[in-house]
């Protein structure tokens, strides 16, 4: 039963905050905290760390837990907490899971280990073995175009089903065909959740449960008014946001998640855009587009300069 409640808890705009950083690349705690009560403050329905946006694969296991550990504090239940706990190495994943657990977080999502290319076989043994070793709700990330693997739905669904924890799935795909299957093998009470900004909408449509997009880092209370919008039964008006969205979708993705992303929000005043190598910030011209989309969205001033 707690595992039902939790699927219906851990619906809509999940927001997966970026890890500020220093001038030198130590973390920046205080303007940490202060993105993760925007988000709460703008509308958010959740809260998500160390997942892609926020860089952790250029992190210690150690900065990664203390990045958590600040992040469920400031959250303090006001809103769900997800922090990904996901790696390419199988230790490393259970102890970053079980933290999870430790600190009071209300659900781990994992990704789908990269850089290895695990076959579905070593995948379902892989996500089993860290589903048995805590008791809080799972939630696998697919992400194959940084895995360089797919997550097969039959896959899912074997997991679905032999492991209650695991609630449900998000999906950076962009076959939409496999996200339908996913949810034809695993029913439609499994949580999709949408990782591609274009098709947060479209998820809402064939019953996701709510979509973790990077754009709500620079426009959370628009990204969660799409969902808002949907359960409340208003179609055409979730429609038209979606739509609205697109062009700041876009010039988000222009460069490798999360430069365009933290570019935007040091335009905004936000943060200071600096990412660990080796990831960098957008080129100039990337970085002129996304001042010109910021601007059209009003979200800065004639007066910021790149």
């Not at 019953?207 to 808002?228: C, K, L, Q, W």
């Not at 490798?256 to 936000?270: D, F, Q, R, W, Y």
Request: with cysteine.
């Amino acid at each position: 039963m707690a595992f039902e409640e939790a699927k219906e808890r851990l619906r809509g705009s999940i927001a997966p905050v970026i890890t500020p950083f220093k001038e030198d690349e130590q973390i920046d705690f205080d303007k940490f905290q202060e993105l993760i009560n925007w988000q709460i403050a703008s509308g958010s329905h959740g809260i998500s760390v160390t997942g892609t946006s926020g860089e952790p694969s250029s992190m210690s296991e150690e900065e990664r837990i203390q990045v958590m550990e600040i992040a469920c504090k400031t959250v303090n239940g006001r809103v769900p907490f997800i922090p990904g706990t996901g790696s390419t190495n199988h230790q490393e994943t259970l102890r970053m899971t079980k933290a999870a657990q430790e600190m009071g977080a209300d659900a781990a999502m994992v990704i789908v280990p990269y850089y290895n290319k695990p076959n579905q076989h070593a995948l379902y043994k892989h996500f089993k073995a860290i589903a048995d070793s805590v008791d809080i709700p799972i939630i696998l990330y697919n992400i194959p175009g940084r895995t360089a693997i797919n997550l097969e739905a039959v896959t899912i669904s074997r997991l679905a089903e032999d492991c209650p924890n695991i609630i449900g799935v998000k999906e950076s795909n962009k076959d939409f065909e496999h996200v339908n299957s996913v949810l034809l093998h695993c029913g439609r009470d499994f949580n999709l959740y949408s990782g591609i900004e274009v098709l947060c909408y479209p998820m809402l449509a064939i019953g996701g449960a709510g979509h973790i997009s990077a754009t709500a880092n620079v426009a959370p209370r628009e990204v969660a008014e799409v969902y808002n919008r949907w359960a409340m039964g208003d179609i055409k008006s979730a429609q038209d946001l979606h739509y609205e969205l697109m062009p700041l979708n876009d010039v988000l993705f222009r460069d490798t998640n999360p430069a365009p992303v933290k570019a935007a929000l040091g335009m905004m005043g936000k943060i200071k855009p600096i990412l660990r190598k080796p990831l960098d910030v957008p080129s100039p011209e990337i970085r002129a587009e996304i001042r010109e989309v910021l601007l059209n969205y009003q979200l800065i001033t004639e007066d910021v300069q790149l």
